[in-house]
T-cell receptor
Framework: AQSVSQHNHHVILSEAASLELGCNYSYGGTVNLFWYVQYPGQHLQLLLK??????LVKGIKGFEAEFIKSKFSFNLRKPSVQWSDTAEYFCAVNANSGGYQKVTFGTGTKLQVIP | SAVISQKPSRDICQRGTSLTIQCQVD?????MFWYRQQPGQSLTLIAT?????????ESGFVIDKFPISRPNLTFSTLTVSNMSPEDSSIYLC????????????FGPGTRLLVL
């Protein structure tokens, strides 16, 4: 069975600081990887995804994530955070075997950006 | 993208009672998903609801506790039966989206507190 672990449960940063949120998954086959974000009072929404090709994927609002297959990791990064990035971030994985497969989510990381 | 609404947005219930949560999508979808997000934990899939067939429940979830209806391609309900304080959680519905149904669109969630 696939599983996802996020190492940081709560991160506090000052504006302009760099961000890296860790995500590791466990699954032996080919996977699709996602980062979802939930801003305060809003729906959970897709931030970025990796299916294949370039392991460095770029998402909305300046976020990017790098898939490192050898480390089973898909860390989320942003070079300079803003107060508006305060949100909860979820890493997720599903098995890439065609058609829809069950998505497994990590426990989430709450990011608080201080102005 | 799909727009999803849920009712109620929040509720406070007494133990032993039941609550039915509604999920409405603005487009026709074959699959709908129900998740639970307990405090400090990840999103956990409860069941997959396909129109015209019985819902498929994940390990640890049973139909008697979480009966689901899927009367048409835009609507579903999840009932939390015989509630206990352990059922206090956020309940979310979602639908697949994207070019190959690889991502998910989420509703705003229903925040349930059981006393």
């Amino acid at each position: 069975a696939q599983s996802v672990s996020q190492h940081n449960h709560h991160v506090i940063l000052s504006e302009a600081a760099s961000l890296e949120l860790g995500c590791n998954y466990s699954y032996g086959g080919t996977v699709n990887l996602f980062w979802y974000v939930q801003y305060p009072g809003q729906h959970l929404q897709l931030l970025l995804k990796y299916f294949s090709g370039d392991p460095l994927v770029k998402g909305i609002k300046g976020f990017e994530a790098e898939f490192i297959k050898s480390k089973f990791s898909f860390n989320l990064r942003k070079p300079s955070v803003q107060w508006s990035d305060t949100a909860e971030y979820f890493c997720a994985v599903n098995a890439n075997s065609g058609g829809y497969q069950k998505v497994t989510f990590g426990t989430g990381t709450k990011l608080q950006v201080i102005p | 993208s799909a727009v999803i609404s849920q009712k109620p947005s929040r509720d406070i219930c007494q133990r032993g009672t039941s609550l039915t949560i509604q999920c409405q999508v603005d487009s026709q979808v074959t699959m709908m998903f129900w998740y639970r997000q307990q405090p400090g934990q990840s999103l956990t899939l409860i069941a997959t609801a396909n129109q015209g067939s019985e819902a498929t429940y994940e390990s640890g979830f049973v139909i008697d506790k979480f009966p689901i209806s899927r009367p048409n391609l835009t609507f579903s309900t999840l009932t939390v039966s015989n509630m206990s304080p352990e059922d206090s959680s956020i309940y979310l519905c979602s639908v697949p989206g994207g070019a190959v149904q690889e991502t998910q669109y989420f509703g705003p969630g229903t925040r349930l507190l059981v006393l």
